[in-house]
């Protein structure tokens, strides 16, 4: 059986003060950046979409069709009536697969540390996430990244860079630590949900540290352009799930990595498989040494960062890599 030549993916159907979250999204948002670098893949290697749980997502509208339906109920209804062939779902809070019309294959992309419900054909973004959650075997794929959304820049500037929501298990404390070591500077580019914990921040190191707020388009790409090294230093702690954190797939990674920007990470979940060849692993914890400051000056050039990062994660690459998932969902294969 071939793979149908139209997929139906969902996304998270998220609503802000702004509206729903679209993909890619305006501004924080790991699950719609990976989803808009497999759909870019998907559209190369031929393929038509239709994008559900995110309206006004903009695309050229003779490949990818996005309806106005946002809501589960509207999503479940829309799959109901229409009857897609092929399902991707990346809504992670969902319960789309106990409902889905008859005929319709269906596979889920799973970005959160808590165990997913069911058995749903699942995918994982990373090994650790997949051995953290003691399922035996699965699909492993990581999150893809389409270069030309990220251009390389060679020269940077002295700052590192946090990008993401600023929380304990993210490690934005650490990484203003870090700075503080290093003698340099921390942009934090995020959302912050935890002011006890952003005030933290401020109290004990307001002298190197600056808030950008949450950045996207021209300042987003800027800051990850420019910086010396993003600075991803997750932490064994409670995430948002209440497991403790096990870094699933962090899209910064490769989206800093396509703009020839190395990484400084800690060894939590799956970030000490990504970093070989595009940057450093330091402790967790917020003390570090001497050695930390020699390692952080080993980290590679921006060139060769790029194009592991190309190699690595490349949307058409893991975007092929989806397909056999999809042969296997169409066959009617079943896995958790
Ligand atoms: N992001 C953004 N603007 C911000 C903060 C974050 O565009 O101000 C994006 C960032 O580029 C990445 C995503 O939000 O694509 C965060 O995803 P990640 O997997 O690193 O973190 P998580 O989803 O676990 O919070």
Redesign the pocket.
């Known amino acids: 059986m071939n793979i149908p030549e139209r997929i139906c993916l969902i996304a998270p159907p998220f609503k802000t003060a702004h509206g729903w979250v679209r993909v890619p ?1 305006d ?5 719609q ?1 990976s989803m808009a670098n497999l759909m870019d893949g998907l559209l190369v290697l031929g393929f038509r979409l239709t994008l559900l749980g995110a309206p006004g997502s903009t695309w050229p509208a003779d490949r990818v069709e996005v309806p106005p339906v946002a809501e589960a109920e509207e999503i479940a209804g829309w799959l109901a009536d229409n009857r897609p062939p092929l399902v991707h779902d990346f809504a992670n809070f969902s319960d789309f697969h106990d409902h889905l019309p008859h005929g319709s294959a269906y596979c889920r992309t799973w970005q959160l540390t808590s165990v997913p419900p069911g058995c749903a054909n699942t995918v994982y973004v990373s090994r650790a996430q997949l051995r953290s959650m003691a399922v035996p075997e699965a699909p492993v794929i990581p999150l893809p990244v389409n270069p030309n959304r990220y251009r390389l820049c060679p020269d940077k500037e002295d700052y590192l860079l946090f ?3 600023i929380s304990a298990w ?1 490690g934005t404390y650490e990484a203003a630590a870090l700075a503080e070591h290093l003698g340099t500077r921390l942009i934090v ?2 959302p912050s949900w935890e002011p006890d914990y952003k005030q933290r921040i401020v109290t004990d190191f307001g002298g190197v540290v600056t808030f950008a707020g ?3 388009d021209h300042a ?1 790409a800027q800051l990850i352009e420019r910086a010396m090294a993003i600075a991803v230093l997750s932490q064994p702690v409670a995430g948002p799930w209440g497991q403790t954190w096990c870094e699933p ?4 990674v490769a ?1 800093a990595a396509a703009c020839g920007t190395p990484a400084i990470a800690t060894d939590n979940g799956c970030l000490p498989s990504l970093i070989p060849g595009i940057g450093v692993l330091v402790p967790t914890g917020s003390r570090f040494t001497r050695l930390d400051t020699l390692t952080v000056e080993r980290l590679p050039d921006p060139a060769q960062v790029r194009a592991v990062a190309v190699e690595r994660w490349g949307y058409v690459g893991i975007a092929s890599q989806y397909l056999a998932v999809y042969r296997d969902c169409v066959v009617g294969r079943r896995w958790k």
């Open positions: 999204p501004g924080y948002g790991g699950i950046w990008l993401g929501r993210k580019a995020g949450e950045v996207a987003r797939g962090a899209a910064v989206e």
